[in-house]
């Protein structure tokens, strides 16, 4: 077997698709070359996988030239012919799913020709299902741009219509277009810089950012009442919640808009504002105060009403998503609402990893729950499959032998903890300046406790103002205030 283009876009087609294309090649509007079409056919036999020890090239070139001495170029350019029709295949089976640029590009067609009057029509059909769409994500503006701009082309043979409300609908178009997909670029660029360390000298994104005056900006739009400024606020407040992380008002603007226009979103829109939301108090303001693990919790549960995970049809529950919520609820002591968010999603994650989800949320269900044994016996039947995994069952492991004043286990484990992370190198820093930190505070604790002496206060003020996101914050900072 070869490496070909040809043969790896074939590989991209369904069985369905790979019949169409037989007929496609066969058919002379589209190919008048026999010798592509016999390729193709010793080609097909083995699909899917194209991975028969007989798909090589010279076997190949006797199926399309039997009795002719073997000629590179000759089967080179064969392949180069069968590869440009699967490429116009291809673009034609997107074309036809898409009904929008179907009927745009004919109307573009009888504005070249002349014929303005059918052109008018479908542009003015396609608008008005634009606006059906009622719908406020970048691409709903760009088409709505490209159509309104193409209206225009149709208007200018006529020189006495007045094209004012075109223009301004054009200009109204363009400019939300930019707005909305700006502010996700420049997104973009700021988590590339956190997780890349990407930070280019000049950044034309944040030159502009910093010269333009985006909040009188908005505030000009809501004084006249302008339909879309809640949702440019939005897209503000979203940039705005990652740079200037210790701001609440970001963040408290955003959920009002986002509970009162989520309708204006897409799905991949809602995930988007419940990404921001969830990041911005996970990030910095629940470090600021305990009452935005709450803030977050109104959060996860409206956007889970909303039912956007899985993300998309036929996928599965992000795991870390899972995980995220359903502790935010633990973290909040919403029992009921963590079991029955347990019930309904967990059919959701994906099949090799619910048994194991379930035996790790019943462990911390029956640990707030202050069932210790069960808790142990769950946590026994957790398969250790990651590093993050492994470090937060010990945790949950010393949790439940300090409640059940398991002192000797508690010791013994914070050792073999200690070990454990000396012996594994590769895992990321980030996460080893968070364990260190739990470790740290758990190990006062349980020294504080065995020798019975108070906590040392600086400790306690440590652990209160450590913003590295340590695991079981709260737990770890409720033992400190009882040893004070």
């Given at each position: 077997m070869f490496s070909n283009i040809a043969i790896d876009l074939l590989k991209t087609l369904s069985k369905e698709e790979l019949k169409k294309f037989d007929v496609f090649l066969n058919s002379p509007y589209f190919n008048t070359n026999a010798a592509v079409v016999r390729l193709f056919n010793a080609i097909k036999k083995h699909a899917p996988d194209f991975i028969d020890k007989s798909l090589t090239r010279e076997?190949?070139?006797?199926?399309?030239?039997?009795?002719?001495?073997?000629?590179?170029?000759?089967?080179?350019?064969?392949?180069s012919e069968l590869t440009d029709l699967l490429r116009k295949f291809i673009s034609i089976q997107y074309f036809e799913q898409d009904d929008f640029y179907k009927k745009f590009y004919f109307a573009r067609e009888m504005n070249k020709r002349e014929k303005y009057k059918i052109a008018e029509k479908f542009l003015l059909?396609?608008?008005?299902?634009?606006?059906?769409?009622?719908?406020?994500?970048?691409?709903?503006?760009?088409?709505?741009?490209?159509?309104?701009?193409?209206?225009?082309?149709?208007?200018?043979?006529?020189?006495?219509?007045?094209?004012?409300?075109?223009?301004?609908?054009?200009?109204?178009?363009?400019?939300?277009y930019f707005y909305s997909y700006f502010f996700q670029i420049a997104n973009d660029m700021l988590y590339n810089e956190a997780i890349f360390k990407h930070k280019p000298e000049f950044n034309i994104i944040e030159e502009f950012i910093n010269a333009f005056d985006f909040q009188n900006f908005l505030m000009r739009l809501k004084k006249h009442n302008y339909e879309n400024q809640p949702i440019m606020e939005m897209y503000y407040r979203m940039y705005m919640s990652r740079i200037d992380k210790n701001n609440p008002e970001h963040f408290k603007i955003l959920k009002e808009l986002s509970f009162e226009h989520?309708?204006?979103?897409?799905?991949?829109?809602?995930?988007?504002?419940?990404?921001?939301?969830?990041?911005?108090?996970?990030?910095?303001?629940?470090?600021?105060d305990s009452k935005y693990n709450y803030e977050l919790f109104e959060v996860n549960k409206f956007f889970v009403g909303l039912k956007i995970f899985p993300l998309y049809p036929g996928s599965y529950f992000f795991q870390s998503f899972f995980d995220n919520i359903f502790t935010n609820m633990i973290t909040c002591k919403e029992i009921d609402f963590a079991e029955k968010f347990l019930e309904e999603y967990l059919h959701l994650l994906q099949p090799e990893m619910r048994e194991n989800s379930e035996m790790y949320c019943k462990a911390i269900l029956e640990l707030n729950k202050k069932n210790y044994d069960a808790s142990l016996n769950y946590l026994s039947k957790v398969k250790l499959t990651d590093t993050v995994l492994k470090i937060r069952v010990r945790l949950y492991y010393f949790i439940n032998y300090y409640e059940t004043e398991s002192f000797e286990a508690c010791l013994s484990l914070m050792d073999s903890f200690k070990?454990?992370?000396?012996?594994?190198?590769?895992?990321?820093?980030?996460?080893i300046e968070r364990v260190n930190s739990t470790l740290k505070y758990c190990s006062s604790i349980i020294n504080a406790r065995i020798n019975n002496k108070k906590l040392d206060y600086a400790i306690y003020k440590e652990a209160n103002g450590n913003k590295t996101g340590y695991w079981s914050r709260e737990w770890i900072i409720k033992k400190m205030g009882e040893l004070i």
């Open positions: 076997k190949l070139f006797t199926k399309v030239y039997p009795g002719k001495d073997y000629s590179e170029l000759s089967l080179r350019t064969r392949l059909e396609l608008l008005d299902e634009n606006k059906k769409r009622n719908n406020v994500d970048p691409p709903v503006f760009f088409e709505k741009s490209e159509l309104v701009n193409e209206l225009m082309t149709t208007y200018r043979g006529d020189a006495n219509r007045d094209t004012s409300e075109r223009n301004m609908e054009l200009g109204d178009a363009l400019l939300n989520y309708r204006k979103f897409d799905k991949i829109g809602l995930f988007n504002l419940w990404v921001f939301l969830s990041n911005a108090i996970n990030g910095s303001l629940q470090y600021i070990h454990f992370l000396k012996s594994n190198k590769k895992i990321p820093e980030y996460l």
